[in-house]
């Protein structure tokens, strides 16, 4: 398989107090397309880290980022905003969906920012969340939704602008078991039914369960990386 | 998307934002009643300046108006009021002899401007009778009839029917003089008419003089939307040997209070849209902070910070704009009212006609104007947007979202 993401001996070192802090520690990493990869750790791993590295969202103070053979490790701000819109998908711990905006808004959104047509964003978007099975709530705005229900819409938003790949950071956090559940479960089949490559940070058991490769951080390097049948 | 994404955001936080909005109306329409307010104190004084002295526009021989010689009179005066008369825009005309000689007492003696006039015209044009203060209007004494400024008649110290002597050159250049009856005092707010002006019957200048039917001056007014220096040009292309001018050319101090009245709005704008301004900063840098997650995820998932910039500046906007229509309705509404009704400030009419203002005033806001404070309020509302849509743009993605 085609390597999708490679990160070659990154590093990132914060000197926001008088003692610098290593959040990761010299870390190579490949993640090839279709992946349903858990990156996991106690608090303060660097596994949050990692993923922004990953998304293009923080710059390493060293090393590379390749995706798809592109290195985005030393792209300019403006260049990583476009490059984000059309290769990665996010999904966060808190959901983050925009309050003011319906939940088929939403997902059409990033659609907008890619210039699609309407006709095209209101296909997709009713398409993504009959998907995650909440259509029923395309109307309502992320208040009226439950944490569950508001996750499910963050993952058809990003889904909708079809990525290359997508990064969850926490994405179980703040869901209850019956929640947690009905998400792994729809993204797994996504990632079966669509070859999409999802990458989680969790320490949720049941996310570690459903993934198929568990990468192991501690002091921002990796410890283990244990791929399952 | 953006400017749904903007409306929305400005209905987030409703009473906030009514504040807000509020505010703008309440500005909005302070600034156009406030406006039309100092306009109706200008227009006021114009008009009166209008009415009373100048009219609306004078007609003289060319040199006359250099040292008041009364050999140059107007060559066919006759034909300049029929002229007059047929045009549709004039309403009244009024013909004057005029000479600059003394008046004297049998106490004192000053420096006066004798201005012969015909009394009905006079009255219609320059409403000289509604002046008068005691006396009448040019009857009542046995002789020739003199009508005096009050301050005029108490430096004479005469009252009426006190005899005066007019002393002038006629028309030959010799001494001449003659005997006059003050028929009646004038109260006038000018201090041309009142100190230093004696109105007699052309008809008895005339014959002082030593010329039969001489018009020195010719003095016209007009109906109102009248543009008075379009009709000057006219009646001076009619007349090419005369020197015809229009209110703004024979009075300097009525076109700089004109151009007061523009320059006092501006100042007006400026004054309420500034503090409006730091109103409007204020609630959209609250709703950028408190915003900090929400944009860092939109910059995040690929929106371009040129669009983050244009998605607050839309916001500012719609906050800054929406009361602007409420405020100039109701503006103009109140307007509109008190234009028609007037503002009765009879309680303070003495020391308002002293200075040339008349006791009921009538709110004026012009085309030009209403303009001039929309454009406040959108360069107000573009300046107020700037910071806070800086301060969104400077969020970095991986900051808001940790919420730092």
Redesign the interface.
């Known amino acids: 398989m085609a390597s999708l993401i490679t990160a070659t001996n990154i590093s990132k070192v914060y000197h926001k107090t008088s003692v610098p802090v290593r959040a990761i520690n010299n870390l190579s990493l490949e993640i090839t397309e279709g992946e349903f990869t858990a990156i996991v750790g106690p608090s303060g791993c660097g596994k949050?880290t990692l993923l922004?590295i990953l998304?293009g969202?923080?710059q390493p103070t060293s090393g590379t980022v390749t995706i798809n053979g592109v290195d985005i490790s030393r792209m300019k701000?403006?260049e990583l905003?476009?490059f984000?819109?059309?290769n990665i998908g996010?999904v966060?711990q808190?959901y983050?969906l925009?309050?003011?905006?319906t939940a088929l808004?939403n997902v059409?959104?990033?659609m907008?920012?890619?210039k699609r047509s309407r006709k095209e964003r209101l296909a997709r978007a009713k398409e993504l969340l009959e998907q995650m099975n909440i259509a029923d709530k395309a109307d309502n705005r992320p208040g009226e939704l439950s944490g569950g229900q508001q996750q499910r819409v963050a993952v058809a938003?990003a889904l909708a602008?079809n990525p290359r790949f997508i990064l969850a950071d926490e994405p179980t956090a703040n869901l209850d078991s019956v929640s947690t559940e009905n998400l792994l479960d729809l993204m797994a089949r996504i990632n079966r039914e669509r070859n999409a490559t999802f990458i989680f940070s969790t320490h949720d058991e049941r996310v570690m369960n459903k993934a198929r490769r568990l990468i192991r951080l501690v002091d921002g390097a990796i410890v283990s990386d244990e791929v399952r049948p | 998307m953006l400017a749904i994404l903007a409306w929305r955001n400005v209905w987030r936080h409703k009473g906030r934002s009514a504040v807000v909005i509020g505010a703008m109306v309440v500005g909005i329409w302070s600034l156009t009643f406030g406006g039309a307010f100092m306009n109706s104190f200008l227009l006021s004084y114009i008009q009166t300046a209008i009415r009373h002295e100048v009219s609306n526009g004078q007609i003289h021989h060319p040199e006359f108006t250099k040292d008041y010689d009364t050999r140059f009179t107007i060559a066919e005066p006759q034909r300049v009021v029929a002229f007059l008369n047929e045009n549709e825009s004039v309403v009244d005309v009024a013909r004057r002899s005029i000479v600059n000689g003394m008046i004297a007492s049998t106490r004192q003696a000053t420096g006066v401007k004798i201005v012969g006039v015909e009394p009905g015209e006079e009255a219609r044009v320059t409403e000289l009778d509604s002046l008068l203060s005691e006396g009448s209007y040019f009857e009542g004494v046995a002789g020739n009839p003199v009508l005096l400024g009050k301050r005029l008649a108490e430096k004479l110290k005469v009252k009426v029917k006190s005899k005066v002597v007019l002393t002038f050159q006629d028309i030959q250049g010799n001494i001449t003089a003659g005997s006059f009856r003050v028929a009646g005092i004038l109260d006038a707010i000018s201090n041309t008419i009142d100190e230093t002006s004696a109105f007699v019957v052309r008809d008895d200048l005339n014959r002082l003089l030593g010329v039969e039917g001489a018009v020195h001056e010719i003095a016209y007014t007009t109906l109102p939307g009248t543009d008075d220096e379009q009709l000057a040009d006219a009646i001076q292309a009619a007349f090419p040997d005369e020197t015809v001018r229009s209110w703004r050319d024979l009075s300097p101090l009525l076109v700089f209070m004109e151009q007061w009245m523009g320059a006092t709005l501006q100042i007006l704008i400026i004054i309420i849209m500034l503090a409006l301004a730091f109103g409007i900063v204020n609630t959209m840098l609250m709703a950028v902070l408190e915003r900090v997650r929400e944009v860092g995820v939109m910059i995040a998932l690929g929106t371009r910070r040129s669009r983050v910039f244009l998605m607050i500046m839309i916001e500012t906007l719609f906050l800054s704009t929406v009361g602007g229509p409420v405020g100039l309705l109701a503006g103009y509404a109140t307007i509109s009212w008190l234009g028609k009704r007037g503002i009765d400030l009879s309680d303070y009419s003495a020391g308002l006609e002293s200075i040339g203002y008349e006791s009921v005033l009538y709110p004026k806001l012009f085309i030009s104007d209403y303009l001039m404070i929309v454009a406040g309020v959108l360069i107000t509302a573009f300046l107020a947007s700037l910071y806070p849509a800086w301060k969104a743009i400077r969020m970095q993605p991986v900051d808001a979202i940790r919420g730092v």
């Open positions: 949050t922004n998304g969202l923080d701000d403006s905003i476009d984000r819109l059309r996010f966060f808190a983050n925009i309050p003011v905006l808004e059409e959104f990033i907008l920012l890619q938003r602008s």
